[in-house]
């Protein structure tokens, strides 16, 4: 059977649809929400979003890989997003991520073998007074020291 | 002077409606949806002459004013994508301060007859989304939003629409494609969003701090607000103090102040034995200020231009004596290709290629000649691309090299960075 978004997000989307001007706008709440149910976001995904705002598979999965938020391979349970644009790395951000490498050990943009970690260096998150910064998935943390990273890696691999 | 916008953050709790009108919140709508017709609030925007906090510093009641009265429906957005490396004053707001944002927003679609809303909210902004939505369905409830507002006949709808990670939605036009669905391919200007925007439709891009400042003068008045800041550079801005400060944070101060009074008294100035090397004063695309530079010039967007720069997004980085700057420079330099969104092939190619050849001179594999071909390829994408994402990636550089030639010189003869500094990569 075909992939399907789940009822409540098809319902969410037919809603959407009906307060927008036009279906195709309902891309990205559609994307994410897809995002939210699917590890990643494959053809078998993108076609079942696009039946749902009536445009072509191609257009959706043109939208899915331009944004970096719409996976389209699996990634970690616990994705790791160091901030190291400017701000933080003049707080030693850099030094952070490599640091991150070899605890995980894995490089920037892979995932460990057991799928625990996707570790990623993202750009400026707009949390510059708190830097260096990074995201554990949806959870920002501040002011990361090395001894925090490690705990907070920690915690995450021992799955708290 | 008493901040303005950011007066009560900080105020537990600020983002509920209760604690939000328990300090005068959505009185002004109130108020003016009873006493004022639309025009008279384009007329105030346009005396107090309040300037877009985006980036551009575009008068905001000016902009309202291009819109064609032909009918057609028309539409506002928020610019809520703050990306611009160094700054996160929206994400402030809209995450402690929700409501005074949307009473903004609803001013100001009052004044320009707007009947649907949309808040582009950049996509990692979690908490910033809850806090907002949460704020749109008790504004609804509240009858702020929805059919009819507050007996006055007005209708409005307003769509909370969450990016998904791209520098480039910022850039209104990308913005208007993201929203519509695509790829945030800017679009060629003219036509410009007033006239064909989002649909097709007329409409009317603002950032977060903009609208924010539009319920403080609809409150109080032009007069009020033209008392506060130079000519021509009315408000207050919230700047966003970032790198070497002791005290990194937002600082909401009267346009004009001298900038040094920003670094070394709000945010603390540097650490112990530090001394001031550079300034980056309105986000990372803004050309790169020396330290005698910043130290003279004040906070407004006339006085940043007239010294070669510009207030841009209001995020400001500070450059202390230990930090190279051909490091600094590339990491930027890196931000914009990696952001570029590869329509323009000057834009796309010669990114890439400034990046690299900044990265060759960092590792100290640069060769005589390496840095004026630097400037020969930014002069090559300079004002040939579709949107200003070009020149953003090439003044940073451009004003790093004529203003700290020695140091990039340094790198090529010496292979490496000047004694003293440490390496921020
Ligand atoms: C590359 C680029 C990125 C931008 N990013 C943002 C942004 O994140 N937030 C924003 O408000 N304006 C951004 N702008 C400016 C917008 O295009 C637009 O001018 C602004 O939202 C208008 O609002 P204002 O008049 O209230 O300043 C960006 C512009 C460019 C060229
Ligand atoms: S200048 Fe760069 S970011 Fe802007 S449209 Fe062209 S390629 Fe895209
Ligand atoms: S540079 Fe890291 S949050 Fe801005």
Known sequence: MA?????????????????????????????????????????????????????????????????????????????????????????????????????????????????????????????????????LNDELYGNVTEEKLDELLHQKSSGE | MEPIITRHLGTPDLWRLDTYRAHGGYE????????????????????????????????TGVKWGFLPKDGRPRYLICNGDESEPGTFKDRLLLENDPHQVLEGLILSCYAVGAHLAFIYL??????????????????????????????????????????????????????????????????????????????????????????????????????????????RNRGTRMWCVSGRVRKPGVYEVPLGIPLRDLIFDHAGGLEEGRTLKAVIPGGSSSPILTAEEAMEVDSDFDALQRAGTMGGSGGLMVLDDRVCVVQSSYIISEFY???????????????????????????GEGRPGDVDLLLSMGANIFGRTICPLGDAAVWPVESAINKFRSEFDHHISDKRCLPGTESIL
């Not at chain 1, 979003?49 to 996976?71: I, S």
């Not at chain 1, 030693?92 to 605890?103: D, F, K, S, Y």
């Not at chain 2, 949460?134 to 609804?140: F, G, K, N, R, W």
């Open chain 1, 3 to 135: 992939v399907q978004l789940s009822e409540a997000a098809q319902a969410r989307i037919e809603q959407l649809i009906e307060r927008y001007p036009t279906p195709r706008a309902v891309m990205l709440p559609a994307l994410h929400l897809a995002t939210q149910e699917f590890p990643y976001l494959d053809d078998e995904v993108c076609q079942a979003v696009a039946d749902l705002l009536q445009v072509p598979m191609v257009d959706v999965k043109g939208v899915a890989t331009f944004y970096t938020m719409f996976p389209t391979e699996p990634q970690g349970t616990c994705e790791v997003h160091i901030c190291f644009n400017l701000s933080c790395s003049l707080q030693g951000a850099r030094r952070l991520l490599r640091r991150a490498e070899r605890q995980l050990g894995i490089e920037v943009g892979q995932t460990t073998p057991d799928g625990r970690f996707t570790l990623r260096g993202v750009e400026c998150m707009a949390a510059c007074d708190r830097a260096p910064m990074m995201y």
């Open chain 2, 28 to 59: 002004t709508l109130t108020k003016a949806l009873q006493e004022h017709q639309p025009d008279d609030l384009i007329t105030m925007v346009r005396d107090a002459g309040l300037r877009g906090r985006g980036g551009a510093g575009f008068p």
């Open chain 2, 122 to 231: 950049r996509g990692e902004f979690f908490l910033s989304a809850r806090r907002v939505q949460e704020a749109i369905d008790e504004a609804y409830q509240a009858g702020y939003l929805g059919e009819n507002i507050l007996g006055s006949g007005m209708n409005l709808e307003v769509l909370l629409h969450r990016g998904a990670g791209a520098y480039i939605c910022g850039e209104e036009t990308g913005l208007i494609e993201s929203l519509e669905g695509k790829r945030a391919y800017p679009r060629i200007k003219p036509p410009f969003p007033a006239n064909i925007g989002a649909f097709g439709m007329p409409t009317v891009v603002n950032n977060v701090e903009t609208l924010a400042n539009v319920r403080h003068i609809v409150a109080h008045g032009a007069e009020w607000y033209n008392s506060i800041g130079p000519e």
């Open chain 2, 337 to 363: 290709h990696d952001e570029s969104c590869g329509q323009c092939t000057p834009c796309r190619q010669g990114t890439g290629w400034m990046t690299k050849l900044l990265h060759r001179i960092e590792h």
